[in-house]
Every structure is written in C-alpha cells, then in structure tokens.
C-alpha cells in the first residue's frame, strides 16, 4: 500500500505534510507507517483514498475491481466510449487529457465534468 500511496503523492507533488494537512492527520503518521509502526485503520484509509481519488482497494492493492466489474467487466459502458479514448489516448497530442486528469484532485475533476456537461447543454448533438 505504502508504494501505491508514495506514487500516488508524487503524481500529484505532494508531500506527507499536504496530505496529513488534507485528511487531519499528523505528518509523522505517514513516516511511521513508512517504519512499519503503524497501520491506518478503516476511516483513515478511506480518507486518503478519497484524497487521491482512487478507492480503498485501489490504495491498497493497486487494481480496482469494483470499477472494473460495474459494467460487467468493462470499465466503459458502451464499446464507443472506449473506442473514442482509446483513439484520445491513441494521440499523443491529446493524452495529455489522461496525464492531466490523473493528477487532479476530485474537486478538479468535478470542474471539468461540470465545463463538459455545459458544453453537451449547449449542443446536445455535437
């Protein structure tokens, strides 16, 4: 966990003391847990996970099942959504759509879902 947790931090240059300050936890948590003296229990796993915006299992395993099995072992839900990101991510010119998204922060994404969804408002057909 401690591995998928440090990655995580850097993708979005974060320090301990970011996200102690974020979750309400003191810095040295994240040091001792490091040490192997402490293991976060439930609350404060899902607080991290929502920090990061991935799921506890994620955090903890590094695969998210849950995600994966939602639409019956797809993780879009129709083959021309996955088709159009796979052609996104295909691009280099605009993976930067999936490099961009990974390193936000849920209220970051929400924007942008929000900025998406007024644009499909404006032209329900484009």
Do not use: W
């Not at 040091?31 to 796993?45: I, L, S, V």
């Not at 797809?74 to 691009?91: C, I, N, P, R, V």
């Not at 961009?100 to 007024?118: S, Y």
């Amino acid at each position: 966990m401690f591995e998928i947790f440090e990655r995580l931090m850097r993708q979005r240059g974060e320090t301990f003391s970011d996200v102690a300050r974020a979750i309400g936890v003191s810095p040295s948590t994240f040091t001792d847990r490091r040490a192997g003296r402490y293991t976060p229990k439930a609350d404060k796993m899902q607080k991290i996970a929502d920090h990061f915006g991935v799921s506890v299992e994620y955090l903890l395993t590094g695969k998210d099942t849950e995600k994966e099995s939602t639409s019956g072992g797809k993780y879009y839900f129709s083959d021309e959504t996955a088709q159009l990101a796979q052609d996104l991510f295909g691009d280099p010119d605009l993976r930067m759509l999936f490099d961009a998204a990974r390193g936000c922060t849920p209220r970051q994404l929400d924007l942008a879902a929000q900025i998406l969804r007024g644009f499909k408002e404006t032209n329900p057909d484009g």
